[in-house]
Each structure stands twice: as structure tokens, then as C-alpha cells.
């Protein structure tokens, strides 16, 4: 079922409300008058007693449900004008003049009874929807939810403790007199190769190029 901002706007409504429900008529007319129409057949002839029942009667009753469908959208529309707003309490009320209106040449009190069933029938099935709503809507969110779906969240900020002095959270050494003895000199050259800077600069270093090998006497 649709919900209220999801209907067309008050002058286009009408003509949905009338289409659907001649739709709603005519295709619910012919299921049951085709039915109607093949039991009471004589006997062979019930695809042709079918088919003269649903022409004969299957319009009739969709011309109804249009005639139904057209009062209610004008009510509804007036309603919803006068109070300017949308909600369940419009279909109500258009349900219950409509019901009125049909009903008028048969007395004030057809007219009445009338009112009262069609004004109940539109409560009933305005609640129904209301209640399909609600059970189909999704459930909020617990705090528990919000905890797990921001530890799962990759693109989280840092916490305290990642940022803690124990640097095991942005892959630093640990404090203390071990921790700089650990680190290698940036600007070491021969740790590259495992050799100190004194073998480097003494020329200790060996450099090969081109299948031949040579002393670097003087470092750089």
C-alpha cells in the first residue's frame, strides 16, 4: 500500500483514484461474474455462459467502482484542502461522505447507514496499513549496534590506546634506553650492507660493476 507522500497531488489523484478503481472493478467483476456465469450454465455451454455473464455484468460493476473511486477522491481532496494536511483521518472522513453521497436518494437513514459502513471500512483498512507499516519498518538501532558498527568501521579514527606511549599503535620503538640503541642511524650508509660507517669511509667497501672489481681508497 502506498503511503501518503508517495500519491499523486490532489488534482491528478482523482484521475488515479478513478482508474483504479474501475481496474479494481472490472477485473474483480469478471472473475466472479465468469464464475458465476459457467455454474449456472446449462450444461456444455459453460465457456459461453461465462463469457455473456462477464460482458454483461463485468463493466456494470466496474462503472460503480469508478463512480465509488470519483467521490472519494473529490472528498478527499476537499478535505485535504480545508484541514492542509495528510493523514489517515482524510481517507476516514471521505470514506463516510462518500458512503453518504451514493446513498442520499434512499433516505436520510439509507444515507446514514450507508455513511457509517463506508466511513468503517476505510478506518479498517487505513489501520490495517498502518499496522503492515509499522511491522514491516525496520527496527532502530540499539547503542550496542552503534558500539559494533563503529569498531567495525575501518575508516574510524584512532583510539587512545593507539596513540599510547607504548607506540605499538603507529609501529614506533618502545620508550626507554633500549629503544634508541634499536634504531638504525638514517644517515648511515653502510647499514644498508651491514657495515659500519668507519669500514665505509676507510675504504673497506667493495664495489662491483661490470665484472670487475675495484677498492674505493679515498671512501667518496
Not at 462503472?63 to 481532496?77: E, H, I, P, R
Not at 489501520?127 to 552503534?146: C, F, Q, R, V
Not at 568501521?153 to 634499536?182: F, I, S, V, Y
Request: net charge negative; with cysteine.
Amino acid at each position: 500500500m502506498p503511503g501518503m507522500a508517495d500519491r499523486e497531488p490532489c488534482p491528478w489523484r482523482i484521475i488515479e483514484d478513478v482508474g483504479g478503481a474501475f481496474a479494481m472493478g472490472a477485473v474483480g467483476g469478471s472473475i466472479y461474474h465468469g464464475v458465476r456465469g459457467a455454474w449456472t450454465a446449462p450444461s456444455g455451454a459453460g465457456l459461453r455462459g461465462a463469457t455473456s455473464a462477464v460482458k454483461a455484468r463485468a463493466p456494470v460493476l466496474g462503472g460503480n467502482f469508478a463512480v465509488w473511486g470519483l467521490c472519494f477522491a473529490c472528498c478527499d481532496c476537499t478535505f485535504t484542502a480545508v484541514r492542509r494536511k495528510e493523514d489517515p483521518w482524510n481517507a476516514i472522513a471521505s470514506g463516510f461522505a462518500t458512503g453518504g453521497i451514493l446513498a442520499a436518494r434512499a433516505g436520510p437513514k439509507a444515507a446514514m447507514s450507508s455513511a457509517v459502513i463506508g466511513g468503517t471500512l476505510l478506518a479498517l483498512i487505513e489501520g490495517l496499513g498502518i499496522m503492515i507499516t509499522k511491522y514491516a519498518a525496520p527496527a532502530l538501532p540499539s547503542p550496542e549496534d552503534y558500539a559494533a558498527s563503529q569498531a567495525a568501521d575501518p575508516t574510524a579514527p584512532p583510539t587512545q590506546a593507539g596513540l599510547g606511549g607504548g607506540g605499538g599503535g603507529l609501529g614506533l620503538p618502545p620508550r626507554g634506553g633500549g629503544g634508541e640503541a634499536a634504531r638504525p642511524d638514517p644517515l648511515s650508509l653502510g647499514s644498508v650492507r651491514g657495515e659500519s660507517n668507519d669500514d665505509f669511509l676507510a675504504g673497506g667497501t667493495t664495489f662491483s660493476g661490470g665484472g670487475e672489481e675495484e677498492s674505493g681508497g679515498g671512501g667518496l
